[in-house]
């Protein structure tokens, strides 16, 4: 059952696959503001600091599956799109590169839902021909986490390609889950302990909910375009990789139309619109609390949350690999 994780981040696909009893025995995270944070919660696994560009495939212990997350900025509906021809998205590569020298019997990886654009087609098309050309049955959908027991609206791609030597099928999905949550299930109890970052938001050590502190400032034009409030009884917007663009906490009424693609909050309410903290982020995305996020800048912390598979919807994904792996007497 052991598992390799590349483009690691947090690790929130790891503790979900850790979660249905996969070993995740190596890992791979370039980026030095989460090192600490994943060391200190996976200590049982190996972290390598290197580019993916830098590794060759000796370095990887053998494994039965690989999982991540290839770095998703270039193909995403807020970004600029470039996809395939940013250096960023041309990281896919460097995961098929090793997914052909280890051959192990399935791969996974998470992606944002801007991957199906139109103008993508061609890119993604070839992407999974390479895959398929490697030895894989390749499926790929789009699913909503808000379907397995995820309290947010959250659309992404998910791959998952099954080794044709061993593997007479191919994937496809859990059956949703019947469990809705929502954002009072999910960080109600959370209110009223909450503390704004420091100065120039800086982490403020004095949480007493580990990372129950939210980022401070004024909010862009951009973001006062379109309602940014979901009530309690609703699940939450997409947690986004970046503390500006965080939701605001249900505690404030939805914000009201003064213009095309304008808002404003509530007159006489102002006080109640703050945006979520890291750990609410956290909650919605799935981590347990015993889970720390560590960082010196709040918007570093929002950033490995939002970037994060929901473990809730990583662990149904294992689970169901899990299951196919058995059918086959592979583990």
Same mark, same amino acid.
């Given at each position: /059952? ?5 483009? %690691? ?27 600490? !944070? ?6 049982? !696994? ?7 560009? *830098? ?6 212990? *053998?494994?039965?599956? =690989? ?5 998703? $900025? ?17 990281? +896919?590569?460097?995961?098929?590169? =090793? ?11 998470? &992606? ?11 890119? +993604?098309?070839? @992407? ?8 894989? !049955? ?24 099954? &080794?044709? $030597? ?39 050590? /004095?949480?007493?909910?580990? &990372? ?11 973001? /006062? ?7 309690? *009884?609703?699940?939450?917007?997409? @947690?986004? %990789? ?8 249900? $505690?404030?009424?939805? /914000? #009201? ?7 404003? +909050? ?22 347990? *609390? ?6 010196? &800048? ?9 970037? %994060? ?5 990583? #662990?149904?994904?294992?689970?169901? @690999? ?10």
């Amino acid at each position: /059952m052991n598992i390799v994780s590349l483009f %690691a981040g947090a690790g929130g696909l790891d503790l979900g696959f850790k979660k249905a009893g996969f070993n995740v025995v190596w890992a791979n995270e370039f980026d030095r503001e989460i090192w600490e !944070t994943y060391e200190r919660n996976h200590p049982e !696994t190996i972290l390598n600091r290197k580019s993916i560009i *830098d590794i060759s495939p000796e370095e990887i212990p *053998d494994c039965i599956g =690989i999982i991540g997350g290839p770095p998703c $900025q270039s193909w995403s509906e807020a970004g600029a799109l470039r996809g395939i021809n940013d250096k960023r998205g041309r990281l +896919f590569f460097d995961f098929i590169r =090793i997914l052909k020298e280890k051959q192990p019997l399935f791969f996974l990886a998470e &992606n944002v839902s801007g991957l199906l654009f139109n103008r993508h087609n061609n890119a +993604f098309e070839n @992407i999974i021909k390479m895959f398929e050309e490697l030895g894989f !049955t390749v499926s790929k959908h789009l699913l909503n986490a808000r379907n397995y027991n995820v309290p947010q609206d959250r659309k992404r791609v998910i791959i998952v390609g099954y &080794n044709k $030597q061993f593997i007479k099928k191919s994937f496809t999905p859990p059956l949703s889950d019947k469990k809705k949550p929502t954002l009072k299930d999910a960080i109600g109890d959370l209110v009223n302990k909450e503390i704004p970052g420091l100065e120039k938001n800086h982490a403020n050590g /004095m949480c007493p909910v580990p &990372n129950h502190e939210f980022l401070t400032g004024g909010f862009s034009s951009i973001y /006062m375009s379109r309602n940014r409030v979901r009530a309690w *009884d609703e699940p939450s917007f997409t @947690i986004q %990789a970046g503390g500006r663009h965080a939701p605001i906490h249900p $505690q404030a009424p939805k /914000m #009201e139309t003064i213009g095309k693609d304008k808002k404003q +909050f509530g007159k006489g309410k102002e006080n109640l619109y703050r945006r979520l903290t890291i750990r609410e982020c956290a909650r919605i995305q799935t981590f347990p *609390d015993n889970f720390v996020f560590y960082y010196k &800048n709040l918007n570093s912390g929002y950033k490995m949350v939002g970037n %994060a598979v929901p473990v809730n919807l990583a #662990e149904a994904l294992a689970k169901k @690999i899990k299951e196919d792996l058995k059918q086959f007497g592979l583990i």
